[in-house]
């Protein structure tokens, strides 16, 4: 834990929320309500866009959950620490450019944010292998969420490209470490990692599912190609997994044995909804070409 601490210490992303608006651009909502036609976009991208920000607003839980599992003076609450700075900094520039650009309603998005907050409902792990296992792939997703959103951003807003890629790149240093921390756990007990792994994968859920009408938002962003099922399996499971070598684990027990079948069963599972999932847009492609 310590040795990844410092690798992420010693590869700073020193950027300032501030400096990444044009604050210029600006107009005052009393004066000029919002509309849909002050930055048209596709209700997917939207979605996407509220559903990511509404998470990193919820982050104080995720601080707590994470603390539960920390023994005192252990190197992991000077990573939470960390970690929940530089997470806060996200929906603080993510909310500056929504409002300074206008490119979704901020009415839904402070009613959002309310109910959200009210709730604080985060991922519950019973674990320390199970909060590793889940945070590796929770991260992982989160930065494709917003790196995919980013490039459906027109071609002409810069300064949205640009804060989205620059959450995505803390996104990623968060997923190396939580990756590779659970990657080291293997070596240390296996089996219990691999089970832990194994109900990870089969439970898991993108954060935010305390998001008002999430699984609406959720079918509007995976039709648009930024993230669901196929994303989930090509960009979270398959990277993830093919690191940690859970095939060639040995000396496990029987449950893990047993947990590492039913894992590899699930995994095909989704292969195979994922194609004819591909086959069915293929084919109402054509129908509609």
Not at 56 to 71: F, G, Q, R, V
Not at 138 to 144: K, L, W
Request: charge should be negative; include cysteine.
């Amino acid at each position: 834990m310590e040795r990844l601490y410092n690798r992420h210490l010693e590869a700073p992303r020193l950027w300032y929320p501030h400096e990444q608006i044009n604050w210029g651009t600006g107009e005052n909502f009393g004066e000029h309500p919002w509309s849909p036609s002050d930055y048209p976009l596709s209700d997917g991208v939207r979605s996407s866009i509220y559903v990511n920000l509404l998470t990193e607003d919820n982050l104080p839980y995720y601080t707590s959950t994470l603390l539960a599992h920390a023994p005192k003076d252990h190197p992991i609450r000077d990573w939470n620490h960390q970690w929940t700075m530089e997470e806060n900094r996200h929906s603080m520039v993510m909310r500056d450019w929504v409002h300074i650009t206008r490119c979704i309603d901020p009415t839904l998005l402070e009613d959002g944010r309310r109910v959200q907050m009210a709730t604080g409902e985060v991922p519950e792990p019973e674990t320390f292998a199970d909060l590793i296992c889940y945070v590796s792939f929770q991260e992982r997703a989160t930065q494709i969420a917003h790196r995919n959103t980013g490039a459906h951003l027109p071609k002409d807003d810069k300064m949205g490209r640009n804060v989205l890629a620059l959450v995505a790149g803390d996104e990623t240093k968060h997923y190396l470490f939580y990756r590779d921390l659970a990657h080291a756990a293997f070596a240390i007990d296996p089996s219990t990692m691999l089970i832990a792994t194994a109900k990870q994968v089969t439970d898991f859920a993108m954060p935010g599912t305390g998001i008002p009408s999430f699984s609406r938002h959720a079918v509007r962003i995976a039709r648009e190609g930024i993230y669901g099922l196929q994303q989930f399996l090509k960009d979270v499971l398959t990277p993830v997994l093919e690191l940690w070598d859970l095939d060639h684990l040995t000396g496990l027990t029987k449950e893990a044995e047993q947990a590492r079948d039913e894992l590899s069963a699930f995994v095909a599972k989704i292969g195979e909804t994922v194609e004819r999932m591909a086959q069915k847009a293929a084919q109402a492609a054509n129908a509609l070409a």
